[in-house]
């Protein structure tokens, strides 16, 4: 559905993603990596926000690279990014309506009704603040209201830029699972630093480094790979001692 072919991005001559190649499908295609590897650029680069220095990237066979973001969404691309970014002032139901409102642009046969049902039935939390302003909501609270409002517009790929940052972790287990859910349905392309709960979860692994994609597999591949286990996980290589109480 996605394709991304040696893209090259990066602000004011300055270089963040460098020949960058991946595929999106089905279930959950997970880019994990330490925080400054170019996930949030990657994710600015496919919705249009940031226009490549290089490269290709193809949805449905379609070139978009050089799209504005507003093509791409009426494409079929929702974006969650991250920390929710909502219309603070306006109501729940409201940052409903306006994602609603771009699949009546695809001119597709849109039900707004049975789409909130749809999204209240996945995110109960929501039906009792819907005439609240989004911005009294919750930090948890509010990245439900965006995917919500990603979904009631009917996308053909979600895009979610590290959605569990700054999450209570109780909080960050519960999304983790409604994300899975989604994933049931609909393709869904994830930017996370959270490797132990969010890599069991995907489909195929993407790891980025320095702007750099230095490893690809399978759940289980990842998982399995030494450095993953050493820098990600926190496990000690074989015959190293654990660091002693109060040292450093």
Do not use: C
């Not at 050089?66 to 009426?74: F, M, S």
């Not at 709960?197 to 489909?203: G, H, R």
Request: glycine share 8%; proline share 7%; net charge neutral.
């Amino acid at each position: 559905m996605l394709q991304v072919e040696h893209l090259t991005a990066g602000y004011y001559g300055s270089t963040v993603l460098d020949d960058v190649s991946f595929s999106s499908g089905n279930g959950i295609t997970l880019i994990i990596g330490p925080n400054g590897a170019g996930k949030s650029t990657l994710v600015r680069s496919v919705t249009g926000l940031l226009r490549p220095v290089s490269g290709r990237i193809a949805f449905e066979a379609w070139p978009i690279e050089t799209l504005r973001p507003e093509v791409i969404a009426g494409l079929g691309i929702a974006t969650v990014p991250e920390r929710a970014r909502l219309f603070g002032d306006l109501r729940v139901i409201d940052n409903l309506t306006l994602g609603s409102r771009l699949a009546k642009r695809r001119h597709e046969k849109v039900d707004f009704d049975a789409d909130l049902a749809s999204v209240l039935e996945l995110f109960p939390a929501l039906e009792p603040k819907l005439r609240d302003p989004a911005r009294l909501l919750s930090g948890g609270q509010q990245q439900m209201v965006a995917i919500a409002r990603a979904l009631v517009a009917h996308p053909k790929l979600l895009v979610m830029d590290e959605p569990t940052t700054g999450l209570h972790p109780n909080l960050v287990k519960e999304l983790l699972l409604k994300i899975e859910q989604v994933a049931r349905d609909l393709p869904i392309l994830l930017t996370e630093q959270n490797v132990v709960q969010t890599v069991p979860l995907a489909t195929q692994v993407h790891l980025l480094e320095a702007g750099r994609i230095v490893l690809s597999g399978t759940p289980q591949e990842i998982l399995a790979d030494d450095r993953v286990r050493r820098v990600y996980l926190g496990e000690r290589a074989p015959g190293t001692a654990p660091p002693t109480p109060g040292a450093g």
